[in-house]
């Protein structure tokens, strides 16, 4: 495991673009695992501005997003598609078609999932990048997850639900239900980058990255990978 500091959120946005610039400079066929929240935002907005002054070309890149809002479609300013597309897909120059969001408004959920794995499957991963949860969940698999599963309908723990209220008007709109990625779908990424920033997330990131390996902690699963790389700001780094 890798750990590199940053003083802020902004430094850590920086340094967590810079690594994913290099993967796609590296290899520009690359399939990439994105994460949504506050938290890789700032690194979108870098990513966004090295394009447009010709560092950076997506047009061979393909994504897979490890999460969607069961209920919210495309259009719907919450979901993750419209999250994606306003803070990243719309201002590079990915093609449509190589963009992989899951629909939480399919008729049949179940297949939906079964599908984006067998989809994640045929092309493979090569880096994902992740987020962190306040619970420590990694994309939407929450405390007790089994480390096994693969991309499924799950139910969204209330603190995440809460947590997450923020980006709602009202706090009941917040779906009680998506689809996630699994954990076995995550560690099979070639690379992982995993990204925190702030103090409350600290006390969770010591215990992903140096706790006991448990499904209490999703992301301690994260310590078992052969390539992971941590970016995260001192306010996050503080009790490690
Ligand atoms: C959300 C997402 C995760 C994300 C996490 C942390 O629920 N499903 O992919 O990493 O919560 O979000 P934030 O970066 O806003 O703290």
């Known amino acids: 495991m890798r750990i590199i500091s940053a003083k802020d959120y902004q430094q850590m946005s920086r340094h967590s673009a810079n690594v994913v610039s290099a993967q796609v400079i590296l290899k520009p066929d690359s399939v990439i695992g994105l994460a949504t929240g506050s938290t890789p935002m700032g690194m979108y907005t870098q990513l966004i501005k090295w394009y447009q002054k010709g560092d950076l070309d997506f047009s061979n890149v393909v994504t897979f997003n490890l999460d969607e809002y069961v209920g919210l479609g495309k259009e719907d300013e919450h979901s993750y598609y419209n999250f994606m597309l306003k803070n990243f897909f719309d201002h590079i120059n990915i093609k449509k078609e190589n963009v992989h969001i899951p629909s939480g408004i399919a008729d049949d959920i179940d297949l939906e999932c079964s599908e984006y794995e067998r989809k994640i499957k045929s092309y ?116 490690i």
């Open 124 to 239: 493979g991963i090569d880096f994902q990048v992740l987020g962190i949860g306040h619970n420590g969940h990694i994309g939407f698999n929450e405390p007790y997850t089994h480390f096994g599963r693969d991309t499924r309908k799950v139910e969204l723990a209330e603190l995440t639900i809460l947590a997450n209220s923020r980006f709602f008007e009202n706090p009941n709109d917040v779906p009680t239900h998506a689809i996630s990625m699994g954990m076995r779908t995550i560690m099979q990424a070639k690379k992982i980058l995993l990204l925190a920033s702030g103090k409350h997330k600290a006390s969770v990131l010591k215990q992903a990255l140096y706790g006991k390996i448990d499904p209490i902690v999703p992301a301690s699963i994260l310590q078992l990978h052969t390539d992971i790389t941590v970016v995260a700001d001192m306010d996050a780094l503080s009790e």
